[in-house]
């Protein structure tokens, strides 16, 4: 039998495995996931994040760690110079900030203290099938371009969207060389992390990856060169399509309108005066 002492010590015991077990969770809460080897590779600060990069990603390489120093060192021994995303990972991770970016609306577009914003689109109807691209440009924040272009009998969404995002860097090209601020703005996250992102790691390992065929590298290639020589001055800004941002939607109807006339070479819309009746094209 236990007495009143033994009793109050079992109790004490389990109150201070209780403690221990949520000390221990706590301490278990917060990791560091360092990706030497994946989609993208930096410092991560979710496990979703992090999974979202390794998941079935072939030879992928990822480790956690229970502080961001331990992390840092992990990755950094490891003969990783860093990028840009694995400095915003780490950023982030420096300031806890879990939540993510805010999407752009158009008043946050709007407010850019930028010259020109070029905004491009693609399409593919269906998907692989007739793919086009458009463009929409601004200048002081009032239109004064759209473009419609690039058709492929037998394209894809993802070429219609490289297309786009290539034929607005050379559009960017020529306004800073006429001493013009430019942004870009893309509803595809794929071309923009193909170009911003991993193209480098690519071109690294002779544009090979770990995963397996580089699909597209034939339009990547070359987008990437040009990056190279804008991206110091070029910020590329993703944007959620078909949210009523105008110039994303400009752009979409004009994807369509070279899926429709079969237009491969880039030529401009002819009439800017009524844009209801623009967006009232059919939409991509």
């Not at 900030?97 to 914003?117: G, R």
């Not at 239109?143 to 290539?166: D, M, P, R």
């Not at 987008?223 to 979409?252: K, P, R, T």
């Not at 623009?278 to 991509?284: K, M, Q, T, V």
Request: with cysteine.
């Amino acid at each position: 039998m236990y007495s009143c002492r033994d009793e109050a010590l079992h109790h004490g015991l389990i109150a201070s495995r209780v403690i221990l077990s949520v000390e221990k969770g706590k301490a278990l809460a917060k990791k560091y996931y360092v990706v030497w080897k994946g989609r993208e590779t930096g410092i991560f600060t979710t496990w979703a994040d992090c999974k979202a990069q390794v998941d079935k990603f072939t030879g992928a390489k990822f480790k956690s760690f229970q502080t961001l120093a331990e992390a840092e060192q992990a990755f950094g021994s490891n003969g990783a110079t860093g990028n840009s995303t694995t400095r915003a990972r780490a950023t982030a991770a420096k300031t806890n900030t879990k939540a993510k970016a805010k999407p752009l609306s158009q008043q946050d577009i709007v407010a850019m203290p930028v010259e020109v914003k070029i905004f491009t689109d693609g399409a593919c109807d269906p998907n692989p099938g007739q793919a086009g691209t458009g463009l929409a440009v601004y200048q002081h924040n009032t239109l004064v371009e759209l473009w419609y272009g690039k058709y492929q009998a037998n394209g894809t969404n993802n070429t219609a969207e490289l297309n786009g995002l290539h034929q607005s860097m050379l559009l960017a090209k020529a306004h800073l060389l006429a001493g013009r601020s430019v942004a870009i703005y893309c509803d595809s996250m794929y071309s923009i992390q193909c170009i911003t992102t991993w193209a480098k790691g690519w071109e690294a390992k002779g544009w090979k990856k770990s995963g397996g065929e580089i699909k597209n590298l034939d339009l990547i290639k070359p987008m990437f060169e040009l990056y190279q020589q804008i991206a110091n001055q070029v910020a590329i800004h993703h944007v959620n399509g078909h949210v009523g941002i105008e110039g994303n939607e400009l752009a979409d109807r004009m994807s369509i309108v070279a899926v429709d006339t079969k237009q491969e070479v880039m030529a401009q819309y002819s009439d800017l005066s009524d844009l209801t009746k623009i967006l009232a094209l059919r939409a991509g």
